[in-house]
T-cell receptor, first 112, second 114 residues
Framework: RKEVEQDPGPFNVPEGATVAFNCTYS??????FFWYRQDCRKEPKLLMS???SGNEDGRFTAQLNRASQYISLLIRDSKLSDSATYLC?????????????FGSGTQLTVLP | DTGVSQDPRHKITKRGQNVTFRCDPI?????LYWYRQTLGQGPEFLTY????????KSRLLSDRFSAERPKGSFSTLEIQRTEQGDSAMYLC????????????FGPGTRLTVT
């Protein structure tokens, strides 16, 4: 079983649609959680951190359920520029070592 | 440009050759990470430095892979006796040492082993 699992998609949605991505992680000791965005042939960039209380950044809302080991990302009023791969990321600290584990990513295409 | 830089951006090599990649992190960052990414997958963690100390290297893919950060600034990743399966994008990232700081990625080095 992968440490971080995501639905690979692709998700093809019209402009203005609401789309939700889900992610599960297997290591219950994981301590912090993120969504990264990766455009085609580019490096990943942090989209937002994910907090247990849920957090919102404009059109983007992230949720974390530690009991279920489940993370979600909701994009409202999607724009053409939201087309990218969205990577669910889990940070685990073991002693002095820290490690980001990435999911395989969910591909989103927003259509005009 | 004060972001993470990587060199070269592309490398084509023949199977069996050694290759070395360089990463220059953001200057204030003392943590540096190496990842490998293959098509359709997320980045896969390889190793991590805090200053010059390599704190995690158990995820290096084989003993053909090694990384250094001798002065706590730039880092190199070497792959010896390359194999076709080593073809991938090699990403470097850096962050501050405090807490669980955001990692900033470089543009990557795309390796093709023929």
């Amino acid at each position: 079983r992968k440490e971080v699992e995501q639905d690979p998609g692709p998700f093809n949605v019209p402009e203005g649609a609401t789309v939700a991505f889900n992610c599960t992680y297997s290591n219950s000791a994981s301590q912090s959680f993120f969504w990264y965005r990766q455009d085609c042939r580019k490096e990943p960039k942090l989209l937002m951190s994910v907090y247990s209380s849920g957090n919102e950044d404009g059109r983007f809302t992230a949720q974390l359920n530690r009991a279920s080991q489940y993370i979600s990302l909701l994009i409202r009023d999607s724009k053409l520029s939201d087309s990218a791969t969205y990577l669910c990321v889990v940070n685990t600290i073991t002693g002095s070592a820290r490690q980001l584990t990435f999911g395989s990513g969910t591909q989103l295409t927003v259509l005009p | 440009d004060t972001g993470v830089s990587q060199d070269p951006r592309h490398k084509i090599t023949k199977r069996g050759q050694n290759v070395t990649f360089r990463c220059d992190p953001i200057s204030e960052h003392n943590r540096l990470y190496w990842y490998r990414q293959t098509l359709g997958q997320g980045p896969e963690f390889l190793t991590y430095f805090q200053n010059e100390a390599q704190l995690e290297k158990s995820r290096l893919l084989s003993d053909r892979f090694s990384a250094e950060r001798p002065k706590g600034s730039f880092s190199t990743l070497e792959i010896q006796r390359t194999e076709q399966g080593d073809s991938a994008m090699y990403l470097c990232a850096s962050s501050f040492h405090l807490g669980l700081s955001e990692q900033y990625f470089g543009p990557g080095t795309r390796l093709t082993v023929t």
